[in-house]
């Protein structure tokens, strides 16, 4: 049983008593602040892991953006060849009425 210096009084206490007897003061346990100080970074790490996986997930449109983008990039690229600019004028509409962005 280790004893343990009240940090009011300084009297020795035992580190399994929750106060010193002398002065009611709480007795500091060092091995509990280390545990403590542990299971804080897990929340933490819990915390940023969970916050990263909400973000990605409330990102639903990133991928539709991206294939929006393809496809009407690819549109172009065709009806620029075939002599026809003007073919995805509406693709490029849509794009701009869902995203709010040139594609
Ligand atoms: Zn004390």
Excluded at 30 to 42: D, V
């Amino acid at each position: 049983m280790a004893l343990v210096g009240c940090a009011e009084c300084g009297k020795e206490v035992s580190e399994r008593a929750s106060q010193c007897p002398s002065c009611g003061a709480p007795v500091k346990r060092p091995a509990s602040g280390a545990g403590g100080l542990l299971k804080w970074g897990a929340v933490v790490l819990v915390g940023v892991i969970g916050l990263y996986w909400l973000i990605e997930a409330n990102d639903p449109t990133r991928e539709q953006r991206l294939m929006d983008r393809e496809a009407y990039q690819l549109c172009q690229k065709m009806a620029v060849s075939t002599g026809n600019p003007g073919a995805c004028e509406g693709m490029r509409k849509d794009y701009w009425a869902k995203y709010n962005r040139e594609p």
